[in-house]
């Protein structure tokens, strides 16, 4: 299968570094993932309950799922290193491509030790500039649930635009939660840097 995302860039800011998986990214990935917030900010887990008492450690199918990213030309993961310590703090992921419509998904998540800092907004402005400077993409969409405020604030400032909201599309904690929809595309991307704001 052919895809916009064959080539694996590594993408370099002043604070985050976007790479392929190495062997040591992947042993970090483990306490990423069981991180309380990312479980339930990422909707892996129904109830806080279920976001203790997970295991730091991959189980052998995550592991091999980590290590075959590089050969997805259809998806692009990139491992998010902290540049102030050179440890993999999280990710950031293109993935739904469809050839058709030109058009792909984008979620990031990053553990306890990187958030908060700046990076995931560094991050996700260069992977949105990555998408329209080295792909044919024109539209990334996002989701995001109504209870992160957090990561709707960072896809703005990115260059996002609220689209609107699925209705009670998740569950958490017995409550019902709305799920944001978010995009960006190729015009409002060229827009931004004709016309840049503060920040
Ligand atoms: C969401 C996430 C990627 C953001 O990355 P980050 O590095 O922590 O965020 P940054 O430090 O770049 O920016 C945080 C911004 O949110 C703002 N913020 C923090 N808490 C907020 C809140 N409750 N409401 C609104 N804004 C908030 C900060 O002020 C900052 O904005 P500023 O730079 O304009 O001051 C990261 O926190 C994360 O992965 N969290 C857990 C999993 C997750 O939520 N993934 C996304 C699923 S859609």
Not at 10 to 30: C, K
Request: negative net charge.
């Amino acid at each position: 299968m052919n895809g916009p995302f064959e080539l694996k860039p590594t993408l370099r800011g002043d604070r985050v570094e976007l790479r392929p998986f190495q062997p040591a990214d992947i042993d970090a990935m483990g306490a990423i993932l069981a991180d309380p917030e990312v479980l339930r900010l990422t909707g892996s887990v129904r109830t806080s309950a279920e976001t203790l008492h997970q295991s730091a450690t991959l189980d052998a199918e995550t592991r091999r799922w980590y290590e075959t990213r590089a050969e997805q030309p259809d998806r692009l993961d990139l491992a998010l290193i902290d540049r102030s310590t050179g440890h993999c703090v999280g990710e950031a992921v293109f993935n739904e491509w469809s050839e058709a419509d030109q058009s792909c998904n984008y979620r990031t998540l990053i553990g306890a030790a990187g958030r908060d800092r700046g990076l995931g907004t560094e991050a996700t402005k260069l992977m949105v500039d990555y998408a329209f400077s080295a792909t044919d993409l024109n539209r990334i969409e996002l989701d995001v649930y109504d209870f992160n405020p957090r990561a709707r604030h960072v896809y703005e400032r990115a260059g996002f635009t609220y689209e609107g909201r699925k209705r009670q599309a998740f569950t958490f904690d017995g409550t019902r939660i709305d799920t944001v929809v978010m995009s960006i595309l190729r015009q409002d991307h060229i827009g931004a840097a004709l016309h840049p704001t503060q920040g």
